[in-house]
């Protein structure tokens, strides 16, 4: 069956652009996660939905950082006014189930870099 | 401040013999710990877990080791195999139950493991 796909694979954009990157996680799954991972550095967590609503979103470094998953099954994390700092790969997880300990299945990444 | 640490970036070990990966937690509310492994242009992949309640899970080659008075975990790998190179993370965990409430896993910085043929 079909993992969790993100999109694009590769971003470039220069400083101050605004970028939109694309989750589709399993089919069924309830919870979805965001990870931000720099480079030497293991994932950090961003946000979690459970279903559409964002229970959890301590982990967004600014509010230049928003996240949606209006219906429950594709997310967008859009980065407004990017910054330098903001060049990473971004995970995204879902899993079954609506708690941590269950496994997350994450996807490939994004990898953005903001020249 | 690092909640999940591994202090090693890096380890080499001959096909056959054992690998084994260390991981160092501090908060306490951590009750339960998870090994991902990691390959180039992919994501993480679950490898193993543990809960707080044990002290030892195995599945096949890979054993992972809890010590709580010590707050540490170990992943064991027997015996290691080429495929096996890649970076493993530890990652831990606060159960809903325990009043801690985290939907969040909390990573350490990986450890990249090369098993030589």
């Known amino acids: 069956g079909a993992g969790v796909s993100q999109s694009p694979r590769y971003k470039v954009a220069k400083r101050g652009q605004d970028v939109a990157l694309r989750c589709d996680p399993i089919?069924?799954?309830?919870?979805l996660f965001w990870y931000q991972q720099a480079l030497g550095q293991g994932p950090e967590f961003l946000t979690y939905?459970?279903?559409?609503?964002?229970?959890?979103k301590s982990g967004l470094p600014s509010d230049r950082f928003f996240a949606e998953r209006p219906e429950g099954s594709v997310s967008t994390l859009k980065i407004q006014r990017t910054q330098q700092e903001d060049s990473a790969v971004y995970l995204c997880?879902?899993?079954?189930?609506?708690?941590?300990?269950?496994?997350?299945?994450f996807g490939p990444g994004t990898r953005l870099t903001v020249l | 401040d690092q909640q999940v640490k591994q202090n090693s970036p890096s380890l080499s070990v001959q096909e056959g013999r054992i690998s084994i990966l260390n991981c160092d937690y501090t908060n306490s509310m951590f009750d339960y710990f998870l090994w991902y492994k990691k390959y180039p242009a992919e994501g993480p992949t679950f490898l193993i877990s543990i809960s707080s309640i044990k002290d030892k899970n195995e599945d096949g080659r890979f054993t992972v080791f809890l010590n709580k008075s010590a707050k540490h975990l170990s992943l064991h790998i027997v015996p290691s195999q080429p495929g096996d190179s890649a970076v493993y993370f530890c990652a831990a965990s606060a159960s809903f139950y325990s009043g801690a409430g985290s939907y969040q896993l909390t990573f350490g910085k990986g450890t990249k493991l090369s098993v030589i043929p």
């Open positions: 939905f459970q279903n559409e609503a964002q229970l959890d």
């Open positions: 997880a879902s899993s079954l189930q609506e708690y941590s300990y269950n496994e997350q299945f």
């Open positions: 089919s069924g799954h309830v919870s």
